[in-house]
């Protein structure tokens, strides 16, 4: 994908998206008391790589994101990703504009260990989010950014540049936002969906459970989530659910098992990879990886554009049911 960095022309990250300059439209939901919802659409649309964020239908707040930086001379990576806010979009935005920065220097100073500092990366900038205010009063409010209940999912795939004719691409995720490839036409995912009931996830939370009797992940309604609150297993922010103490010997402590650690997979490019896609959750609850990946391969035969396939993607998703926000980029070599 050397011709993804060099046809971009961008030498500085991809400006924060916002709805200014944007179309916006308001559309009453079905017969909900809660009136009008903004549905912001976002685009962008380049030779190489497109993206698309919109509202959900069934959301009164925009709480998804993208953030791309690209180098132009093709000698340094280039980011790509999405993430997804929950409880607001405090920890999306902050990711926004803070993961790849501090992301970059890591990989800059990581000797060619790309995992180790993907996770390192995440990791650092997972106790941003956790911060306590700052000012006089900071002691007394919630700890973390947008709050204790806020945080955010992320998926994240960087192209390193080629070296000895090699092309990379390290792919990585907290959460339910994905990577996929398209390997010779096969959709490959390159994440993991990290949810409660997951046995390996599960069996990691509960081990940390001081008091086994009563576990950690339990199911409400239906559906597994971490103290019965939240249906994710790892995620950015959540300081409510994150492990914590009081740093006094034999003092307080506790916690739910929530981590921003990310899973990480370093994947060879090929000339048959034709397509890269990371989008959030909401695109990948009704279109399966392999059916994202055909719209894309058969765009791609017509000359569409990648903007015009990540449009088309959200599209299609929404007509098949998805009312969450969608953050999607797509991404052709």
């Known amino acids: 994908m050397a011709s993804l960095c060099a046809s971009s022309g961008l030498g500085q990250p991809w400006p924060a998206l916002e709805c200014k300059g944007f179309a916006t439209s308001k559309r009453r939901i079905g017969s909900s008391r809660r009136g009008f919802v903004v549905n912001c659409a976002l685009a962008l649309d380049k030779k190489s790589y497109g993206a698309m964020a919109v509202q959900g239908t069934g959301r009164a707040n925009m709480e998804d994101t993208v953030s791309v930086?690209?180098?132009?001379?093709?000698?340094?990576?280039?980011?790509?990703?999405?993430?997804?806010?929950?409880?607001?979009?405090?920890?999306?935005?902050?990711?926004?504009?803070?993961?790849?920065?501090?992301?970059?220097?890591?990989?800059?100073?990581?000797?060619?260990?790309?995992?180790?500092?993907?996770?390192?990366?995440?990791?650092?900038?997972?106790?941003?989010?956790?911060?306590?205010?700052?000012?006089?009063?900071?002691?007394?409010?919630?700890?973390?950014?947008?709050?204790?209940?806020?945080?955010?999912?992320?998926?994240?795939?960087?192209?390193?540049?080629?070296?000895?004719?090699?092309?990379?691409?390290?792919?990585?995720?907290?959460?339910?936002a994905r990577v996929v490839i398209s390997k010779g036409g096969k959709a490959l995912q390159l994440t993991v969906d990290h949810k409660p009931e997951v046995e390996s996830e599960r069996k990691r939370i509960e081990a940390k459970n001081p008091t086994p009797k009563k576990p950690l992940v339990v199911n409400v309604g239906g559906t597994w989530r971490i103290g019965g609150l939240l249906s994710l297993s790892r995620a950015f922010g959540d300081a409510f659910l994150k492990d914590w103490s009081d740093g006094k010997p034999d003092g307080a402590g506790g916690g739910f098992g929530l981590t921003a650690e990310p899973d990480v997979t370093i994947q060879e490019i090929s000339p048959d990879d034709k397509v890269v896609i990371v989008g959030t959750d909401g695109l990948w609850e009704t279109m399966a990886i392999q059916d994202a990946v055909d719209i894309c391969l058969s765009a791609q035969e017509n000359d569409t554009s990648p903007g015009d396939v990540a449009k088309k993607l959200v599209k299609i998703s929404q007509e098949r049911g998805s009312t969450d926000d969608i953050a999607v980029i797509v991404i052709f070599p």
């Open 69 to 176: 930086s690209i180098d132009s001379t093709g000698s340094q990576p280039s980011f790509f990703g999405v993430f997804d806010g929950h409880g607001g979009i405090a920890v999306a935005e902050l990711l926004k504009t803070r993961l790849w920065p501090e992301y970059k220097k890591k990989l800059s100073q990581g000797g060619g260990n790309f995992a180790k500092a993907t996770k390192s990366a995440y990791l650092e900038v997972d106790e941003m989010t956790l911060a306590q205010p700052k000012g006089l009063f900071g002691a007394l409010q919630e700890r973390g950014v947008g709050g204790s209940r806020c945080g955010a999912t992320a998926a994240t795939a960087v192209l390193m540049p080629p070296k000895d004719g090699t092309r990379v691409l390290v792919a990585a995720n907290v959460g339910d």
